[in-house]
């Protein structure tokens, strides 16, 4: 049997590494506190899962689904949007569903990148960006996040040649793993550069919902100019908590939404329609959650990013996302800081490398963790903190 050399290009899935280090731990009976993956911890709205098992129950909903999606969900899809951010979308030609944005941010790729194309991408950042584009036999070429420039890509200084051979630009805010935020003048840089450049935007925006002392992150699409050259990828994973579901979206420009379309329906059937039929419900029904939810992440944010600046790592606290990035003391590597806390603590963190090179001095922390396991995760990292120091 000979596996396809496009598959030697792919580095083992960082959280697979991770999850493998604390299953070992696990199995010989240690208590692992685990701020290493973003899985929202609280249950789906229960208005959400009423709907599916109604949903569930209609043998309509037991036949193959289209790869368009629901005309309900889609209209739903720019209620939402028009409601949140103020824009208007067309539901048939600038939405399309997704299963989990995964689905799109992986298969977008796909429909720009030829071998020898350039993707342009954030580093540190979500490694799906990367790990499609070589999928697609192109190169990525990363721009680095750092605090000296806000963890905005400084599209500025990109080179010439590289500029000419790239397609796409990928962007992600409010952002993985930094929790850095941009508003709508960098937005508005950023469409420019596209303009100017004849490159495509993927925004990335699962996390728009996740936000705390009352900002409110921009969308793309706010832009009037942006669905000439962008489209956004949302989710209802962060904002619901249904990450296990798999239903998230793209939207915007017509081209390339009709261009994940075609791709799409020759590898998958579609969403589950009583999965779509509970996406309805979650993003026409009551808000409610979504606020409370955000107070609570807000609450183990404080704490968390006190306690972390405490032990001498220093903390950014985060205006949206469910992430803290923090730097580590001198003398560590991200991967060996996170051995230590592991081995030494019991808790789990995600090295800043995991998303790129330029993580490297970084960890990152999730607020996905029940606050009693926060709260002793803490106490852990001071007794762990107070232990080095004596
Ligand atoms: C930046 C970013 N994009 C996309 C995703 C994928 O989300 P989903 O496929 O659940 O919608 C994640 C998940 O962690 C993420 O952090």
Request: net charge negative.
């Amino acid at each position: 049997m000979r596996l396809s050399k496009r598959l030697d290009k792919l580095p083992p899935y960082l959280f697979v590494e991770i999850n493998r280090k604390i299953a070992e731990k696990k199995a010989r009976g240690e208590d692992i506190i685990s701020f290493a993956i973003g899985d929202p911890d609280m249950p789906t709205p229960s208005n959400v899962i009423d709907e599916l098992c109604r949903a569930a129950r209609d043998p309509a909903n037991h036949r193959y689904p289209e790869t368009a999606g629901l005309p309900e969900l889609r209209q739903a899809v720019a209620g939402w949007y028009h409601r949140r951010f103020g824009v208007s979308l067309d539901p048939e030609k600038e939405v399309l569903p997704l299963i989990g944005s995964k689905d799109g941010v992986a298969h977008i790729s796909f429909c720009f990148i030829d071998p020898g194309d350039i993707a342009l991408v954030p580093d540190p950042g979500y490694p799906v960006y990367s790990m499609s584009t070589l999928l697609a036999g192109g190169e990525p070429y990363f721009l680095p996040l750092t605090e000296k420039n806000d963890f905005l890509p400084e599209l500025e200084i990109i080179p010439r040649n590289t500029v000419k051979k790239a397609k796409l630009l990928w962007l992600n805010y409010p952002n993985n793993p930094t929790g850095a935020v941009a508003d709508i003048d960098f937005f508005q840089k950023a469409v420019h550069f596209a303009m100017e450049n004849n490159l495509a935007i993927c925004h990335d925006a699962p996390y728009t919902e996740v936000t705390f002392d009352g900002y409110q992150p921009p969308s793309l699409m706010q832009l009037p100019d942006a669905r000439d050259v962008g489209i956004e990828f949302h989710s209802l994973s962060k904002t619901y908590d249904m990450t296990g579901w798999r239903i998230g979206m793209a939207v915007g420009n017509a081209k390339m939404i009709d261009a994940l379309f075609r791709f799409k329906s020759n590898l998958d059937s579609g969403i589950p329609q009583a999965i779509q039929q509970a996406a309805i419900e979650a993003l026409t029904g009551s808000q409610d959650g979504v606020k409370e939810r955000s107070v609570i992440y807000q609450r183990r944010r404080d704490k968390l990013v006190k306690a972390l600046n405490d032990i001498g790592l220093k903390a950014r606290m985060p205006k949206a996302s469910f992430y803290v990035w923090a730097r580590i003391p001198d003398g560590y590597t991200s991967v060996n800081f996170t051995s230590e806390l592991l081995d030494k603590a019991n808790v789990a963190v995600t090295p800043g490398t995991g998303y790129g090179a330029a993580g490297e001095g970084f960890v990152r922390l999730s607020l996905t963790v029940p606050d009693e396991r926060l709260d002793e995760g803490i106490t852990r990292l001071l007794k762990w903190s107070e232990s080095r120091t004596n």
